[in-house]
């Protein structure tokens, strides 16, 4: 059996192989292997957008929480601003308060010493000390409220009675009873009146 006769599979077998047949060969066995690798990349496609999608919808919740949040803070940082000022402005709002029964007894003074000219140095010392005192409420944004003469303001002064005043114009404020005051623009006790009928 030192020569066996060839069938024609041998031979073809045996033909060395050309490289057109070679590239022909491996085409065809990569072809499968490709669109195998091209269905991975476009579920991979499909994969990443999602996650893109994802990602931009929780970087945008997150951008507004944060502008929320910044909103928030500013809104607490000027809240305390403002208390800050209120507190500065009406500190001494309570200890104002406790000292216009002191003007009302100095104005009851001065109008009990009557025109008697043996008390003159006395009345005269007491509105010194008066002017003193309404000065250094002053100083401290408190004024007082003197409406007579003028319109009736519900929002300023308290009605005590109304009254027939021919001489006066209707709804007008014709005595005092008590001055009011303010303390940063802000009533803190009204004045109370007498108004004119109207």
Known sequence: MAHEEKTPQDEQQAKPVNDEQADAVEASAEAPAEEGAAADESMDAEQLAKELAAAVAEVESLK???LRTHAEAQNVRRRAEQDVEKAHKFGVEKFA???LPIVDSLERAIEAFGDDEALQPMREGVEMTMKMFLSGLEKFKMEQVNPLGETFDPALH???SMVDAPDAEPN?????MQKGYTLHGRLVRPAMVVVAKG
């Open 97 to 99: 308060n406790e000292m």
């Open 158 to 160: 308290q009605a005590m």
């Open 64 to 66: 507004d929480q944060m």
């Open 172 to 176: 007008s404020v014709i005595a005092v």
